[in-house]
């Protein structure tokens, strides 16, 4: 399973729907990764926090135990041609969720958001939420 910056934001905030998703994941079986696009994401938001030190401590400690899937060639490519598509198509789209989605393709495993309209305009990316 893929996890999306907004549910590790959710988890890093405490939200009780994230939280207990969480929990459950935590006991699954399944592997559960982190593009390390989500870990930019995330670190972005590092300089504009109040506590920047907490900021930065709180994601890594959010993302310590989650296998970090670099962007490899192959999700480039897949990433950068699913944004050509949606921009032919007239899509306002990241091209961040582009490689997020294109990992879930690379790995056949859904991604876990909040965000699911974000991800269900991507033809074969599987969605949960929470």
Known sequence: MILDTSFLLD????DAEAMAC????????EQVRVSAITL???????PRSHEPLDEHTAIVE????????PVTRSIALRGGR????????GQSVGLDDCLIAATALEFE???????TEHFERFEGVLVRTY
Not at 41 to 46: C, D, I, K, P
Not at 62 to 69: G, L, R, Y
């Open 11 to 14: 988890v890093r905030h405490r």
């Open 22 to 29: 969480a929990q459950e994941i935590e006991m699954g079986p």
């Open 40 to 46: 930019a994401e995330l670190q972005a938001g590092v």
């Open 62 to 69: 959010v993302t310590a135990s989650k296998e970090v899937v």
């Open 82 to 89: 699913l944004y050509g598509e949606l921009q032919n198509e």
């Open 109 to 115: 495993e859904p991604v876990l958001t909040r965000n």
